[in-house]
T-cell receptor, first 111, second 113 residues
Framework: DQQVKQNSPSLSVQEGRISILNCDYTNSMFDYFLWYKKYPAEGPTFLISISSIKDKNEDGRFTVFLNKSAKHLSLHIVPSQPGDSAVYFCAATGRDDKIIFGKGTRLHILP | DTGVSQDPRHKITKRGQNVTFRCDPISEHNRLYWYRQTLGQGPEFLTYFQNEAQLEKSRLLSDRFSAERPKGSFSTLEIQRTEQGDSAMYLC???????????FGPGTRLTVT
């Protein structure tokens, strides 16, 4: 049973436009959410996180939105740049601090 | 400190052989995690340590898998009697509790032939 779902395996966005990556979760005990970015042949790199007591967290071009009632979060990247092409993993954790990852969304930034 | 390192980066082995992987975490991090990632999936939790204590093991970790973290520094993950289904990327991550993000190493890609 997938507790963290990323329903879009891939997404293509024009350079300079906004990229929106979506994630849904099922476990109401999750209270901390993270986004990781992964390039080929490298381990995932932490991007941004959000606690369940917030509904938005911003860091430069990256903003994460959390809708607890819908059990949904999204990552916005604006403006999108060629170096943003990678696989993005949504992840969630609860009091046990064990991180559960989604399957990832491959983002392609088009020139 | 240059981050989390893993050795080897690639391992090809024949079915039935034993393999051991090493992870060196960021030095001030006292939590160390092992994950497995297969094609098209996100990393799946295997086990984690706080200092030298192994706190949790996933049901994915069969009896053929064992992990250690002597002295609370580096960790090893051993797979005995490897099977083709063990072929995957094995990732190590480290963090400081309680809620620091986890920093991942580059992974060890295991291929069992």
């Amino acid at each position: 049973d997938q507790q963290v779902k990323q329903n879009s395996p891939s997404l293509s966005v024009q350079e300079g436009r906004i990229s929106i990556l979506n994630c849904d979760y099922t476990n109401s005990m999750f209270d901390y959410f993270l986004w990781y970015k992964k390039y080929p042949a490298e381990g995932p790199t932490f991007l941004i996180s959000i606690s369940s007591i917030k509904d938005k967290n911003e860091d430069g071009r990256f903003t994460v939105f959390l809708n607890k009632s819908a059990k949904h979060l999204s990552l916005h990247i604006v403006p999108s740049q060629p170096g943003d092409s990678a696989v993005y993993f949504c992840a969630a954790t609860g009091r046990d601090d064990k991180i559960i990852f989604g399957k990832g969304t491959r983002l392609h930034i088009l020139p | 400190d240059t981050g989390v390192s893993q050795d080897p980066r690639h391992k090809i082995t024949k079915r039935g052989q034993n393999v051991t992987f090493r992870c060196d975490p960021i030095s001030e991090h006292n939590r160390l995690y092992w994950y497995r990632q297969t094609l098209g999936q996100g990393p799946e939790f295997l086990t984690y340590f706080q200092n030298e204590a192994q706190l949790e093991k996933s049901r994915l970790l069969s009896d053929r898998f064992s992990a250690e973290r002597p002295k609370g520094s580096f960790s090893t993950l051993e797979i005995q009697r490897t099977e083709q289904g063990d072929s995957a990327m094995y990732l190590c991550a480290s963090s400081r509790p309680p809620r620091d993000e986890q920093y991942f190493g580059p992974g060890t890609r295991l291929t069992v032939t």
